[in-house]
């Protein structure tokens, strides 16, 4: 499982952004994908999660109606389009893939620091205020 996310920047409070996770290396219908995020000296959060075989969508209370998860099975890319941004979703981003019922029963039971699935490198949001 390869992943690579991109996206990531500087950006003012209020703006957007969207972040993308090139994925390969499984079988998208067996498999969700996550966006993860960790500041500094904080802990692991979920911000949001998709299933491929039902494209259905989880998201944190804290990003819900602001982010939106997307999937583009022909290029087997994931997005997380970010509206709204505030100063305190400044992190490093990552997507992570696993099988989806593992990675669900992690989102559902917000087991964030449980060691589980294939890591992206990340990529850092930064929003000012």
């Known amino acids: 499982v390869q992943l690579v996310e991109s996206g990531g920047g500087l950006v003012q409070a209020g703006g957007s952004l969207r972040l993308s996770c090139a994925a390969s290396?499984?079988?998208?219908?067996?498999?969700?994908i996550g966006w993860f995020r960790q500041a500094p000296g904080q802990e692991r959060e979920g911000v949001s999660c998709?299933?491929?075989?039902?494209?259905?969508?989880y998201y944190a209370d804290t990003v819900k109606g602001r982010f939106t998860i997307s999937s583009d099975n022909a290029k087997n890319t994931v997005y997380l389009q970010m509206n709204s941004l505030k100063p305190e979703d400044t992190a490093v981003y990552y997507c992570?893939?696993?099988?989806?019922?593992?990675?669900?029963?992690?989102?559902?039971?917000?087991?964030?620091?449980?060691?589980?699935?294939?890591w992206g490198q990340g990529t850092q949001v930064t929003v000012s205020s």
């Open positions: 992570v893939a696993d099988i989806a019922p593992i990675l669900l029963t992690v989102w559902l039971d917000r087991r964030w620091n449980n060691d589980f699935g294939s």
């Open positions: 290396g499984f079988t998208f219908d067996d498999y969700a």
């Open positions: 998709i299933a491929f075989s039902d494209n259905s969508t």
